[in-house]
């Protein structure tokens, strides 16, 4: 089968399936779980492979569900190909006011793990029609708790899914709402950044915020920490590093008049240098140490080592790069800036070639403006085609 043979069938596949990825997408959305929590998520995703007759597993990881797509043409033992979706979703009270609104009070898919489920369902079809055709086998990975520490890539890499058969590399795709929907984009090497979860609690002493010479304030303490911790940013870290150290939870339950005894710090640390990551992390504690000591006082430090760096294979990005550019048009695939978000497929990284590009979902005309964690995030559904065609490209 030729190129444009291969496009035609596609763009055909993609359009006869599309309203009913629309309504996967819809039932998702509208009964979303938290990570590590995708029960009836899990057993959707299997009910809909089981009436696409594709052979699977479930029960990956806690909820993860692993399917295998396979020609005549192939072996048992053959190594594949392998495509990822996340399952999970964010606990965020939804505020669109859509037909297909979350079900589920204070939980919503407001990052978007429903599209890219729905989608790789509908590849899953698109390549089922084509399994005769595939030039390897096919690995389809709906992988739970991306959203949460440790990370369900971590947890599927453990319990195997990169081996029998042997997964030689790996794709993925997330949308992008700073994207006009229709459009694809990608980055060669390192693309996104480490991320490390910094809890800290402060303890000092309490009293009337009259004497304050009676207490050891840990407010103080705390807003010591968070601006002393900045300077490890600043003048430790070579400026070469992309780097950034955040605070965005700091609770102190006093009053006007009531100095509280402790003061709890909740922040997140990302870089893309893992040498650098390892120095940081150790002097943000040994830091905040010494500073509540100096103030009389002593602070509690967890770090919670989240997701390294994810760093996408050139040539199997410039491979899929291309074949998007020969499928959609040159304009409509754009170079991506590298981010200091995260994302748990850089597990995966570490470990096989991978290539991670972003999908256009933005509608100015209809509103659909919203970053992701936002209440109101949506997406214009014409990029659920988009994304078929595109990851159902990569195999070939």
């Not at 609104?101 to 989608?119: E, F, L, Y």
Request: a negative charge; aromatic letters at 8%.
């Amino acid at each position: 089968m030729n190129t444009n043979d291969l496009h035609t069938r596609i763009r055909t596949l993609a359009g006869d399936i599309f309203e009913k990825v629309k309504a996967y997408r819809s039932h998702l959305h509208q009964y979303p779980e938290l990570s590590y929590q995708e029960f009836n998520t899990c057993a959707f995703v299997s009910d809909t492979l089981n009436k696409l007759q594709i052979p699977h597993e479930k029960g990956i990881a806690g909820t993860g569900v692993v399917a295998i797509i396979r020609g005549d043409q192939h072996t048992v033992d053959q190594p594949c190909l392998g495509l990822r979706a996340d399952l999970d979703a964010l606990p965020i009270q939804e505020e669109n006011e859509v037909p297909y609104a979350s079900q589920i009070a204070g939980v919503m898919h407001a990052c978007g793990h429903d599209v890219h489920t729905s989608i790789l369902l509908g590849v899953a079809e698109v390549l089922f029609s084509l399994r005769n055709e595939l030039p390897q086998p096919v690995k389809l990975i709906f992988q739970p708790g991306e959203e949460k520490n440790p990370g369900g890539a971590s947890l599927m890499i453990a319990d195997g899914v990169l081996e029998n058969p042997k997964v030689t590399e790996m794709y993925a795709l997330h949308v992008f709402p700073d994207m006009p929907v229709g459009k694809v984009g990608f980055r060669e090497g390192i693309y996104m950044a480490s991320c490390d979860e910094i809890y800290m609690t402060v303890n000092g002493l309490g009293g009337h915020g009259a004497t304050p010479h009676q207490t050891i304030d840990p407010i103080l303490i705390g807003a010591h920490i968070v601006t002393s911790l900045q300077q490890i940013v600043s003048r430790r870290c070579d400026p070469k590093i992309p780097c950034v150290l955040s605070f965005g939870h700091f609770e102190g339950l006093g009053a006007t008049n009531i100095i509280p005894s402790r003061v709890y710090l909740k922040g997140t640390f990302r870089t893309m240098d893992e040498t650098w990551r390892a120095q940081a992390l150790e002097l943000i504690r040994e830091q905040a140490e010494g500073i509540a000591k100096a103030f009389g006082g002593t602070v509690d430090v967890e770090i919670s080592k989240g997701y390294p760096y994810l760093e996408n294979d050139p040539a199997t990005t410039r491979k899929m790069r291309s074949k998007a550019q020969d499928f959609l048009g040159a304009e409509k695939v754009e170079e991506l800036p590298i981010r200091l978000t995260a994302e748990d497929f850089s597990f995966y990284s570490q470990v096989v070639p991978v290539c991670f590009f972003r999908l256009g979902v933005r509608n100015e005309a209809r509103g659909i403006t919203y970053g992701v964690h936002h209440p109101r995030f949506d997406i214009d559904e014409n990029a659920l085609r988009t994304g078929i065609e595109v990851m159902s490209l990569a195999p070939f």
